[in-house]
């Protein structure tokens, strides 16, 4: 993505592999982050993320691979000589430190002149609106302010790219999406490349330009949030990355797949797998729809449960050979929940939205657990 502002490097990881011991905390890793993009590495825990992280601002030196900002390798430049700015999880600030003082620290130790600190310092604080509390300490301060700090002090250094660690896990859930409007529109408007690292992929869906999903230390696929969510190159991602449910099926015809619960299905495109094979079928929950007059084939299921979860009800609901669907139906305050024991008729409602996978080896429901 081209910025105008060229204040963020562009970053290349090329066949990154770590190694602690004898653990692969990375696997062959490559990457181009674009200046000015801003990307999440999204992945469950013990995926590689944070060693990926620490690579990259210098912390570690990997194994083996080369790690380039703006083209030049920096794999062995130490990270307090790469124009690395790091945001930790718990925010990391000095807590017998002012404001003013955390974030005049990485100026100090580049031995700036102090009043130009005091200037940078004040845009900086400026900037994330925090000015007015330049005085106190961090723990006279509320965990989002103290957010703002942490960021602060990590764009005074003038860095060309910032690196940050799940930084909104400590947050509460209302004041999170706040801070990861507020965080994004900072970090876009700065024009700085940044990289966060997430478990949380509605965090990631809606921070990022890019998505990099993560599994094993591997990249699994790498895309924006509408590619992910709607292309999904592996079961992996698909499971990842919103809800589905995974149906099990037979791919009678290139295009057709018949599902255990009983009605076939035409595809918008032929599946990569050999006909004949079986397959999981990924439908997500709003890509059905409860069928009042039977247009095309409908799967005939039994309500287990309904559960309000505010905007929409969300439907469990079981098939004829005892697989789960989960299924969202819009709520109005006149709706009624529908009751348990209830049969409904089920369609999909857009062929394009289904995902073919091949059918992992064993029992599938022990492989298919969520995040
Ligand atoms: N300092 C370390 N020593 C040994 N193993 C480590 C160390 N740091 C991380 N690991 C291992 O490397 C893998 C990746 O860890 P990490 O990068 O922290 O994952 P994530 O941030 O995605 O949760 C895990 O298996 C973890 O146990
Ligand atoms: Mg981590």
Redesign the pocket.
Request: net charge positive; hydrophobic share 30%; charged share 5%.
């Given at each position: 993505m081209a910025v105008t502002d060229k204040r963020g490097n562009d970053l290349a990881l090329s066949g990154v592999n770590h190694w602690?011991?004898p653990?692969q905390?990375l696997d062959g890793v490559s990457l181009r982050i674009d200046p000015g993009e801003m990307v999440a590495l999204l992945?469950p825990?013990?995926?590689?993320?944070?060693?990926?992280l620490q690579i990259i601002a210098g912390f570690l030196q990997p194994t083996e691979g080369e790690v380039l900002l703006d083209g030049g390798r920096v794999d062995h430049i130490p990270a307090n000589r790469r124009r690395v700015g790091m945001v930790f999880q718990n925010y990391a600030l000095f807590p017998h430190l002012s404001v003013f003082e955390n974030v005049a620290y990485g100026l100090r130790a580049r031995k700036m002149p102090g009043a130009a600190i005091k200037a940078k310092v004040a845009e900086m604080l400026a900037l994330v609106k925090m000015g007015h509390l330049a005085d106190r300490l961090p723990s006279q301060l509320s965990g989002g302010q103290q957010q703002r700090v942490a960021l602060a002090r990590a764009l005074a250094i003038e860095p060309g790219i910032v690196l940050l660690d799940e930084p909104f896990s400590a947050l509460d859930k209302n004041l999170r999406l706040d801070m990861q409007i507020e965080i994004k529109g900072l970090l876009k408007g700065y024009g700085v490349t940044s990289i966060i690292?997430t478990h949380d992929q509605e965090e990631a869906l809606s921070m990022a330009d890019r998505i990099v999903v993560m599994n094993r230390g591997r990249i699994e696929q790498v895309g924006t949030p509408d590619i992910l969510y709607d292309r999904p190159a592996t079961l992996f991602v698909n499971q990842f990355i919103g809800h589905a449910n995974f149906l099990q099926a037979a791919l009678v015809a290139p295009r057709r797949v018949k599902l255990e619960a009983g009605i076939e299905i035409d595809l918008a495109e032929p599946a990569p797998q050999p006909v004949g094979s079986a397959v999981l079928v990924s439908i997500r929950p709003e890509n059905i729809a409860i069928s009042g007059t039977s247009a095309g084939p409908t799967i005939p299921v039994k309500v287990r449960i309904t559960m309000p979860l505010g905007a929409a009800d969300v439907i469990e609901a079981v098939t004829p050979n005892g697989e789960t669907v989960k299924i969202h139906k819009t709520r109005s305050p006149a709706s009624k929940p529908i009751a348990s024991g209830t049969a409904l008729a089920l369609s999909v409602v857009d062929p394009t939205g289904i995902g073919i996978f091949a059918a992992p080896a064993g029992d599938p429901a022990s492989t298919l657990h969520g995040p």
């Open positions: 602690f011991g653990t905390a992945g825990s013990g995926c590689g993320k944070t060693t990926l690292v």
